[in-house]
Nanobody, 127 residues
């Protein structure tokens, strides 16, 4: 059974850092594109960063460019979202997601292109 589990969220002061983890089970995460999204109450789920398994490109939302990065640990079947210089507007529930098919190209970092989702982890940036 395909499963994604996020962890690593919490409360952090502005300017701080967090590393979110997305651990996969039931499939080989290395074969799939990955999306990181965040959502706040009353707003649509926003694409933060999406990695295309075919081509290897990574998209970032303008609001996080230069501050967030993605990395993988294939031995642990896990992807990470490294978040630095955090701002209060980064607050939200963060989700990781994969498409139904392997080796896709993600031309856009939008929720509709992803099919399997984790349960989310809360990130709060506040002093």
């Amino acid at each position: 059974q395909l499963q994604l589990v996020e962890s690593g969220g919490g409360l952090v002061q502005p300017g701080g850092s967090l590393r979110l983890s997305c651990a996969a089970s039931g499939f080989t995460l290395d074969y799939y594109s990955i999306g990181w999204f965040r959502q706040v109450p009353g707003k649509e789920r926003e694409g933060v960063s999406c990695f295309s398994r075919s081509g290897g490109s990574t998209l970032f939302a303008d609001s996080v460019k230069g501050r967030f990065t993605i990395s993988r640990d294939n031995a642990k079947n896990t992807v990470y979202l490294h978040m630095n210089s955090l701002k209060p507007e980064d607050t939200g529930v963060y989700y990781c997601a994969v498409p139904a098919a392997a080796f896709t190209v993600q031309n856009m970092c939008v929720a509709d292109e992803f099919d399997y989702w984790g349960q989310g982890t809360q990130v709060t940036v506040s002093s």
